[in-house]
């Protein structure tokens, strides 16, 4: 990490005017002695997650492939080049957020690639990764299960993990594996699998659309064939590969050699 004197571009002030250039920053981080987001309504986020959860990964990512998808200002993407992963790619659909992820990384010292693509694009990726970070992004999205059986499907290799906003209980209840189409009690539990739709927007923010409680996320994860392998964090789940259930979603097959345009 450089330290603010020896800054390219003229010191502490200089790298503070760029960063304010970039801004508004989610990511509040501390780049050379400048915070990106000081006034950040959760603090310092996202070291303030990570904390919760970082000892659940390896310390040594030696050798491994890491995909950070909705990467954001590149906090995580950075911290996983610093465990020493080989190769680090962050995907983003805000070109806005990738320039502060780009920045973030120059000033950091680290070697990450950043591409812009929504998580439904990871198919074109063409390639499977050993740790995928899927942060962060599902109650940003309208089709949340579609994503997860992208990832499921395209790039995840061995580790998933995941981490959602949830709302409403936090409790578990047992689920049977059917039930009859009159009993209609088990949806009224609060423990029952919930996906909470969003209409308008949640914190101010148009983008929230669907907020899972506990057991719907962890359902979710199981339905698009992740088995759930640690929970270090409330939010936070470590998943590995597993046999999908049937049958599967359905979701975009990419096209044939045939009807490729010319």
């Known amino acids: 990490m450089m330290r603010p004197e020896e800054h390219p571009r003229g010191g502490t002030e200089a790298l503070r005017r760029e960063i304010e250039a970039l801004g508004p920053w989610f990511h509040n981080m501390n780049l050379d002695g400048v915070w990106t987001a000081p006034g950040h309504f959760l603090g310092d986020y996202p070291a303030v997650k990570w904390r919760g959860f970082a000892d659940a990964i390896p310390a040594d990512l030696t050798g491994r492939s890491v995909l950070d998808i909705g990467c954001n200002g590149g906090f995580y993407a950075i911290e996983m080049k610093r465990r020493g992963a080989a190769r680090v790619l962050g ?16 000033v950091t010292g680290q070697d990450i690639a950043f591409v812009q693509g929504s998580v439904y694009d990871v198919g074109s990726l063409g390639e499977r990764f050993d740790i995928v970070l899927f942060m962060g ?70 983008t929230n659309w669907w907020v899972p409680n506990r057991a719907c ?46």
């Open 91 to 106: 995907l983003d659909s805000d070109e806005r957020y990738l320039a502060q992820a780009r920045f973030a990384a120059h």
């Open 137 to 206: 992004v599902l109650y940003h999205l309208r089709h949340p299960l579609l994503a997860l059986d992208l990832i499921r499907e395209t790039v995840a290799g061995d580790l998933l993990v995941f981490q959602s906003m949830q709302r409403g209980a936090s409790t578990v209840a047992p689920v049977a594996e059917d039930y009859d189409f009159f009993a209609t009690a088990p949806f009224a539990e609060p423990g029952y699998p919930k996906l909470h739709f969003i209409e308008h927007r949640y914190s101010g923010d148009p």
């Open 217 to 262: 996320t962890e359902a979710m994860l199981r339905a698009s064939g992740f088995a759930i392998v640690g929970h270090p964090e409330e939010e936070v789940y470590l998943c590995r590969c597993a046999e999908k259930p049937e049958p599967g979603a359905v979701y975009p097959a990419p096209p044939r050699a045939q009807e490729m345009p010319a």
